[in-house]
């Protein structure tokens, strides 16, 4: 059983930017895959990013060369770093982690980018 709690949703810009954290309750050494998803209303949650124990990484093709993620196991956190937002990344944005075949997902936080 792991917790996950995201931060650092907001208001920003066209062409801004935001780091958003989460940060889990136990170690995340074991799990297999965190990444973090989205959702926008009306729409499907979709992954967004997602890196493996091992290092390996996989980001939706929307978001690839604008944004970053990164896993700490030494802090049980996974970040992303989005850059270039466009209003079409407006959405709620959740922390997973998958063990074996289970998903634990986080709370989501609220990302809306907008003039």
């Known amino acids: 059983q792991v917790q996950l709690v995201e931060s650092g949703g907001g208001l920003v810009q066209p062409g801004g930017s935001l780091k958003l954290s989460c940060a889990a309750s136990?170690?995340?050494?074991?799990?297999?895959?965190m990444g973090w998803y989205r959702q926008a209303p009306g729409k499907e949650r979709e992954l967004v990013a997602a890196?493996?124990?091992?290092?390996?990484?996989n980001y939706a093709d929307s978001v690839k060369d604008r944004f970053t993620i990164s896993r700490d196991n030494a802090k049980n956190t996974l970040d992303l770093q989005m850059n270039s937002l466009k209003p079409e990344d407006t959405a709620v944005y959740y922390c997973?982690?998958?063990?074996?075949?289970?998903?634990?997902w986080g709370q989501g936080t609220q990302v809306t980018v907008s003039s």
């Open positions: 890196k493996t124990n091992g290092g390996s990484t």
């Open positions: 136990r170690s995340i050494a074991s799990l297999n895959v």
């Open positions: 997973n982690a998958q063990f074996l075949t289970y998903h634990y």
